[in-house]
């Protein structure tokens, strides 16, 4: 079983639609990251999470310690929202002196159709 | 500036050839990272230098040859590549012990 797991592997929505997106993980963690990657490549790093809320425009980013959950929402979805959304984490016990790896989920290829 | 640049874009290969991937920072960022990556899946961890040491190899073969010459540079030198080397190759960069990594855009190398 991976230490991190996200549903859905897949999601196709329509433009305007709210989306979520499911990271659950197995494991202590200290810090909990949402990442978007776009075909072609490149990783964004869109939030950072040790607890609670962020917002960044469209994008909310949750996170439950206790449950050891998080959900990351789109709303008012938009095609330029189409991209592989991934779910890492940091694990907990690495000391803060060491630089930081991640344990990545498996992704969520998320499509927004016009 | 909060850009992590990689250089080339992409890359193509034959398994005698040697090449090198270069990867640069100036966020301050003594922590740097060289990621492996295929199609449909996350990236897998390849090296992570913190204070331009390296401190995790992970059991990466020695035909990826790893390289820190200072605190805004990485490398990776390839010799003797095989088709199953094929990939995305990702750098990234992070404060030591705290913070979010910033991703480059990647290298696409393809060996033939």
């Known amino acids: 079983k991976n230490e991190v797991e996200q549903s859905p592997q897949n999601l196709t929505a329509q433009e305007g639609e709210f989306i979520t997106i499911n990271c659950s993980y197995s494991?202590?963690?200290?810090?909990l990251h949402w990442l978007q990657q776009h075909p072609g490549g490149g990783i964004v790093s869109l939030f950072m999470?040790?607890?609670g809320k962020k917002k960044h425009g469209r994008l909310i980013a949750t996170i439950n310690i206790q449950e050891k959950h998080s959900s990351l929402h789109i709303t008012a979805s938009h095609p330029r929202d189409s991209a592989v959304y991934i779910c890492?984490?940091?694990?907990?016990?690495?000391?803060?002196?060491?630089?930081?790896?991640?344990?990545f989920g498996s992704g969520t290829q998320l499509t927004v159709l016009p | 500036d909060t850009e992590v640049t990689q250089t080339p874009k992409h890359l193509v290969m034959g398994m005698t050839n040697k090449k090198s991937l270069k990867c640069e920072q100036h966020?301050?960022?003594?922590?740097m990272y060289w990621y492996k990556q295929k199609a449909k899946k996350p990236p897998e961890l390849m090296f992570v230098?913190?204070?331009?040491?390296?401190?995790i190899n992970e059991s990466v073969p020695s035909r990826f040859s790893p390289e820190c010459p200072n605190s805004s540079l990485l490398n990776l030198h390839l010799h003797a590549l095989q088709p199953e080397d094929s990939a995305l190759y990702l750098c990234?960069?992070?404060?030591?012990?705290?913070?979010?990594?910033?991703f480059g855009p990647g290298t696409r190398l393809l060996v033939l």
């Open positions: 230098y913190s204070y331009e040491k390296l401190s």
């Open positions: 999470l040790s607890s």
């Open positions: 966020m301050g960022h003594r922590a």
């Open positions: 990234a960069s992070s404060r030591v012990g705290a913070g979010t990594q910033y």
């Open positions: 494991v202590g963690i200290s810090a």
């Open positions: 890492a984490v940091r694990l907990s016990g690495i000391s803060s002196g060491s630089a930081r790896q991640l344990t």
